[in-house]
């Protein structure tokens, strides 16, 4: 089983967190909340907002292709990087991770 490295973020996970054994076959937006990082969702992991967004520091040839519509919602991501993938898309396979939560999204008004 794979394990993600998420870098600290000042709201989520300030002081970053490794998580050991991640269950291949799991989108990356489900591991996160299922260990306590509660990474924005606005859309309930539909694949129609774009406040899950993470860039993907190591492992991003690993996981699933993104579909033409995460790529059309990614154009409208904060802060857009080349390794930028919707968290609530990207499944995990079998190699380890490094994540990183941008430091803003689109979701102005969060719900907690």
Request: charge should be negative.
């Given at each position: 089983?794979?394990?993600?490295?998420?870098?600290?973020?000042?709201?989520?996970?300030?002081?970053?967190?490794?998580?050991?054994?991640?269950?291949?076959?799991?989108?990356?937006?489900?591991?996160?909340?299922?260990?306590?990082?509660?990474?924005?969702?606005?859309?309930?992991?539909?694949?129609?907002?774009?406040?899950?967004?993470?860039?993907?520091?190591?492992?991003?040839?690993?996981?699933?292709?993104?579909?033409?519509?995460?790529?059309?919602?990614?154009?409208?991501?904060?802060?857009?990087?080349?390794?930028?993938?919707?968290?609530c898309q990207a499944v995990v396979a079998d190699a380890d991770l490094v994540v990183e939560i941008?430091?803003?999204?689109?979701?102005?008004?969060?719900?907690?």
């Open positions: 089983m794979p394990k993600i490295t998420v870098l600290p973020h000042a709201e989520f996970c300030p002081e970053g967190k490794v998580i050991e054994n991640a269950a291949s076959g799991s989108t990356v937006c489900d591991v996160l909340l299922e260990n306590d990082i509660d990474i924005d969702h606005a859309c309930e992991k539909s694949c129609a907002c774009t406040t899950c967004h993470v860039i993907i520091r190591q492992g991003f040839d690993s996981l699933t292709e993104p579909t033409e519509l995460e790529e059309d919602l990614l154009d409208q991501a904060w802060g857009l990087e080349a390794d930028s993938r919707l968290s941008p430091k803003y999204t689109i979701n102005h008004a969060r719900e907690h």
